[in-house]
Nanobody, 124 residues
Framework: VQLQACGGGLVQAGGSLRLSCAASGRTASMYAIGWFRQAPGKERVFVAAIRWSGTTYYVDSVKGRFTISRDNTKNTVYLLMSSLNPEDTAVYYC???????????????????WGQGTLVTVSS
């Protein structure tokens, strides 16, 4: 499975961005796609995930601001980020999991394949 993330950029606080993660290859074996982010000098952390069935998961800090969705016909997952603030500045990575263990979708170890990351910079 190959993942291609894009959509990052520079945005002012309060603005919005939509990230895309296009999956190719043996995507039929994948249960879920997740988004993680890594701010400068910090660890990579979970942001959101979605199962191909449509069930979604979010970290508390983005609930109500971020929306994850998927287009199964395009094998693409989107992360719409609204009300952005400087604390959202990070490299965002998408990842694919072939595990049905939804209780672990916030853990990076459950993801087998990772995209290259896309930088989101929020200015104050």
């Amino acid at each position: 499975v190959q993942l291609q993330a894009c959509g990052g950029g520079l945005v002012q606080a309060g603005g919005s961005l939509r990230l895309s993660c296009a999956a190719s290859g043996r995507t039929a074996s994948m249960y879920a796609i997740g988004w993680f982010r890594q701010a400068p000098g910090k660890e990579r952390v979970f942001v959101a995930a979605i199962r191909w069935s449509g069930t979604t998961y979010y970290v508390d800090s983005v609930k109500g601001r971020f929306t994850i969705s998927r287009d199964n016909t395009k094998n693409t997952v989107y992360l719409l980020m609204s009300s952005l603030n400087p604390e959202d500045t990070a490299v965002y990575y998408c990842a694919a999991s072939d595990s049905p263990r939804e209780e672990a979708y916030h853990r990076s170890y459950i993801y087998t394949y990772w995209g290259q990351g896309t930088l989101v910079t929020v200015s104050s």
